[in-house]
């Protein structure tokens, strides 16, 4: 109960990506479902990515999009796989949210820094 309290003082909710730890090698896992909540399944985000955060493409939920501090990365398979991270011009962070309106329109909000606009 208190951990989904949004008025708890600096709290950050982060839909699917637990709190990494040492019983788990500080390894960020994103956690899914396929069947409205029935079963759910943890699948390990690769070393390149430990996201802080995820946001799913609202036109195409097969496109997920995780981000870091410094890397932006997406899936085309529910998150099952990883691309790289995107190596865009002006794609710096550190990134702090992700708003995803289509599948070519991304805004990346950037902590002490101007927001970024995808343009592609």
């Not at 699917?16 to 960020?28: C, K, T």
């Not at 981000?67 to 962070?93: E, F, I, P, R, V």
Request: net charge negative; charged share 20%; aromatic share 12%.
């Amino acid at each position: 109960e208190e951990e989904m309290d949004p008025s708890r003082g600096g709290y950050t909710y982060r839909p699917g990506v637990p709190p990494p730890s040492a019983a788990n090698g500080n390894v960020q896992y994103l956690l899914t479902t396929h069947d409205y909540g029935l079963n759910w399944t943890w699948t390990p985000f690769p070393p390149h990515l430990q996201a802080g955060g995820i946001t799913v493409d609202p036109t195409d939920g097969w496109r997920v999009f995780a981000y870091s501090d410094s890397c932006l990365a997406h899936s085309t398979d529910h998150g099952q796989s990883w691309g790289d991270c995107w190596n865009k011009t002006g794609l710096t962070g550190p990134f702090s949210r992700l708003l995803v309106k289509d599948s070519s329109t991304l805004f990346m909000l950037r902590r002490g820094a101007v927001p970024l606009r995808s343009t592609d």
